[in-house]
């Protein structure tokens, strides 16, 4: 079955820290991939996505996340962190059977605090 | 350009009463599909439309919930009669179709079940 896993529920980095989210993979088929970020009370926002052009993906807010056939991984990453990233960040695969419907996979997502 | 629009925002409704939720996709979007959003469940998928057409709903919970897509600039979903535990954030959100396309999401509507 088709799956996406993130590691770590809850992640907290201080102000102009390194953020690491894990999303790792399971998929019988090439993937498309996407982060997206919920701030509170609002609904997903699209961060980026994978398509395949390129394993470096650039996306707002100074996210950017690389994709990684050998482990299965797409990593979101940010270099320095500021208070307003705090949020929910989702990633999500295209199912392969149901994707051409546009149907995604969600992880459970990893809520990031950032800490002044 | 106007994005995934739903309402109401907020309900707030007694046990046993119909609710009804609204959803106006992205004009040009031909996929839409509601999710339910909880802290024990998470994001859970109900069902989603494919040109006006509901495609999977092995999501929705239980024969209380309904939902329909009159033509492509509309839907809702109906949960009757409602019961607290169906109280969650429900979104709705659209995208073209086909695998690499991203889905854009409402602001949801937030539901309470006393």
């Known amino acids: 079955a088709q799956s996406v896993t993130q590691l770590g529920s809850h992640v907290s980095v201080s102000e102009g820290a390194l953020v690491l989210l894990r999303c790792n993979y399971s998929?019988?088929?090439?993937?498309?991939l996407f982060w997206y970020v919920q701030y509170p009370n609002q609904g997903l926002q699209l961060l980026l996505k994978y398509t395949s052009a390129a394993t470096l993906v650039k996306g707002i807010n100074g996210f950017e996340a690389e994709f990684k056939k050998s482990e299965t991984s797409f990593h979101l990453t940010k270099p320095s962190a500021h208070m307003s990233d705090a949020a929910e960040y989702f990633c999500a695969v295209s199912d392969p059977v149901r994707g051409s419907q546009g149907n995604l996979i969600f992880g459970k997502g990893t809520k990031l605090s950032v800490k002044p | 350009d106007a994005g995934v629009i739903q309402s109401p925002r907020h309900e707030v409704t007694e046990m046993g009463q119909e609710v009804t939720l609204r959803c106006k996709p992205i004009?040009?979007?031909?996929?839409l599909f509601w999710y339910r959003q909880t802290m024990m469940r998470g994001l859970e998928l109900l069902i989603y439309f494919n040109n006006n057409v509901p495609i999977d709903d092995s999501g929705m919970p239980e024969d209380r919930f309904s939902a329909k897509m009159p033509n492509a600039s509309f839907s809702t979903l109906k949960i009757q009669p409602s019961e607290p535990r169906d109280s969650a954030v429900y979104f709705c959100?659209?995208?073209?179709?086909?695998?690499?396309?991203?889905?854009?999401f409402g602001d949801g509507t937030r539901l309470s079940i006393l």
């Open positions: 959100a659209s995208s073209l179709r086909g695998s690499n396309q991203p889905q854009h």
């Open positions: 998929s019988s088929v090439p993937p498309y």
């Open positions: 004009s040009g979007h031909n996929s």
